[in-house]
């Protein structure tokens, strides 16, 4: 088999490259994905009336071409949600932001938040040598303590000083100071951080965008496991046969793409400095309707998970009527056990998410191995040396995984835009 343009990886970033590749004439191309189904973590899963998606996955479209192509694909079967996001520590309900929401604590704990803040504000600016310091000298020590190290912890797996301030950008709001001063006194009149609102499917979960995409694809080929890339020769080892190509394209993740590499020590090594966190998401079908909100973050160290998210919340056609379904996000150091179920049972009961005696329909655990690329130190060098030799290789990387970084939906599709117009 041959293939002018081989995509590895049938998930957004895999799926968008071809869509618009076929949308500029080019058809000779195979996007070969493991799975049965294409989509990757962008699939939904169906169970008995109830759809899933693998964990929280929302389109925050913040361009003209991502909301048209969106729209284009979906035909109406589209939603546009205003977010309901809170953190819960201690005996507080703080909404998100939380450093933009300081009237929500208790009297000390938003006094000493001012305090830091003011003290950080005297102290001369430097630069940054990782996301503690940046925390700090953004919001003060309260602040820091009281939410972004505890929940950065258990997010990323490591302490933040361990990271670097790279990812921050889009996804860390930062108010100003008077914005901050004045949340202690009263709630902020605007909304801060860049998923204010959000799009999400009316029918069929964030795998309806998914099928949309794949629907009438000419060169999807589905259970085709990749075991061997050979860069020199140009072929690809999938599903059991060798395929020839001209240009390659990787939306795999970038350690484990790295990994199949063939003849090829110094980029195969590369993959040991990439760091990554893996998260095990629990759903849970339950016979009640829920309060309406859209997710939660848990900093406090009692808590087992780190986020919990409404499922049910983002449209009625994910669970039939007088149900409801909660994805709770749970750092991957826990097992998948009957013991930790029930400790995140009665932490959701202790949170006041749920009551004792709700009546669980079902509840299954969607391991995800390659959750978070973690931006140590390490990261930005590894990443650019592997990027640019793969690049003389005549194999471009694309995605969230494949360029191993922090990015949103929109990102893999406009990036398979970009590829596409760059291979014709």
Not at 52 to 57: A, E, T
Not at 80 to 105: E, S
Request: hydrophobic content about 40%; charged content about 20%; overall charge positive.
């Amino acid at each position: 088999m041959h293939s002018k343009t081989l995509i590895l990886g049938a998930g957004l970033t895999g799926l968008s490259t071809a869509y618009h590749l076929e949308q500029r004439g080019d058809t000779d191309y195979l996007l070969l994905e493991r799975e049965p189904e294409p989509g990757g973590l962008c699939a939904s899963q169906h169970r008995s009336g109830f759809t899933f998606d693998y964990g929280g996955h929302l389109l925050h479209l913040h361009t003209a071409y991502g909301k048209k192509l969106v729209k284009k694909l979906l035909k109406g079967n589209l939603s546009r949600l205003a977010r309901q996001a809170w953190i819960y520590t201690g005996n507080a309900r703080v909404p998100y932001p939380f450093q933009a929401n300081l009237f929500a604590l208790p009297a000390q704990q938003r006094q000493a938040c001012v305090d830091g803040l003011l003290k950080a504000a005297a102290r001369p600016a430097r630069p940054p040598k990782n996301f503690e310091q940046w925390c700090l000298q953004a919001f003060g020590r309260p602040v820091y303590e009281l939410f972004m190290r505890p929940y950065n912890t258990k997010l990323w797996g490591v302490s933040p000083d361990k990271l670097t301030c790279d990812w921050c950008g889009p996804f860390v709001p930062i108010p100003t100071q008077q914005e901050i001063l004045q949340s202690a006194q009263k709630p902020p009149r605007r909304q801060y951080g860049y998923n204010c609102y959000f799009y999400y499917p009316q029918q069929g979960g964030c795998g309806a965008l998914v099928q949309a995409l794949a629907r009438g694809l000419k060169g999807l080929k589905t259970r085709m496991r990749i075991t061997r890339v050979d860069l020199q020769n140009k072929t690809v080892r999938a599903g059991g046969k060798t395929i020839s190509y001209d240009r390659l394209v990787n939306t795999l993740p970038l350690p484990a793409f790295l990994r199949l590499l063939k003849g090829q020590p110094r980029l195969t090594a590369l993959a040991d400095q990439l760091a990554y966190t893996s998260v095990n998401v629990y759903n849970l079908a339950l016979k009640k309707p829920l309060k309406l909100f859209s997710w939660i973050y848990f900093p406090d160290q009692e808590d087992p998970f780190y986020r919990v998210g409404l499922q049910s919340g983002f449209s009625p056609a994910n669970a039939p009527r007088g149900t409801s379904s909660i994805y709770i996000e749970v750092p991957a150091a826990l097992p998948r056990t009957a013991r930790t179920e029930k400790r995140i049972w009665k932490a959701l009961v202790q949170k006041g998410i749920i009551e004792e005696h709700d009546e669980v329909l079902f509840s299954f655990w969607q391991p995800l191995p390659y959750a978070y690329a973690v931006y140590d130190r390490r990261r930005s060098r590894a990443v650019r040396q592997a990027l640019a030799a793969l690049a003389k290789r005549g194999c471009f990387c694309a995605g969230r995984y494949g360029k191993w970084e922090y990015s949103f939906m929109e990102s893999s599709l406009l990036e398979g835009l970009a590829l596409a117009e760059k291979l014709v």
